[in-house]
Nanobody, 122 residues
């Protein structure tokens, strides 16, 4: 069992930045691939980015590539999402999730946080 808690969301103007954090507890954090997903009202949950067990490999959705950076600190059981050049279309609830193997499909992830709201004003 892995428990995940996100933080760092908020309201920001277009072009601004936010850093989301996800704190993990429970089973060995480094045994999991970590992902960030988001869900806007009326839309399906979508993949934002993923990071491999030791952080060597990172993957991004095309919509955020070059603007968002995912990182992890296994010593602190933390994963982060640095979001720069934010756009109104980035507005959503952001979730971190843990999986035993990498994937972009939310169904591949076994554990989820409760989400943190990000709102970007134009």
């Amino acid at each position: 069992q892995v428990q995940l808690v996100e933080s760092g969301g908020g309201l920001v103007q277009a072009g601004g930045s936010l850093r989301l954090s996800c704190a993990a507890s429970g089973r060995t954090f480094s045994a999991y691939v970590m992902g960030w997903f988001r869900q806007a009202p009326g839309k399906e949950r979508e993949f934002v980015g993923g990071i491999s067990w030791r952080g060597a490999n990172k993957y991004y959705a095309d919509s955020v590539k070059g603007r968002f950076t995912i990182s992890r600190d296994n010593a602190k059981n933390m994963v982060y999402l640095q979001m720069n050049s934010l756009k109104p279309e980035d507005t959503a609830v952001y979730y971190c999730a843990a999986a035993e193997a990498y994937g972009r499909d939310p169904r591949a992830y076994d554990y989820w946080g409760q989400g943190t709201q990000v709102a970007v004003s134009s």
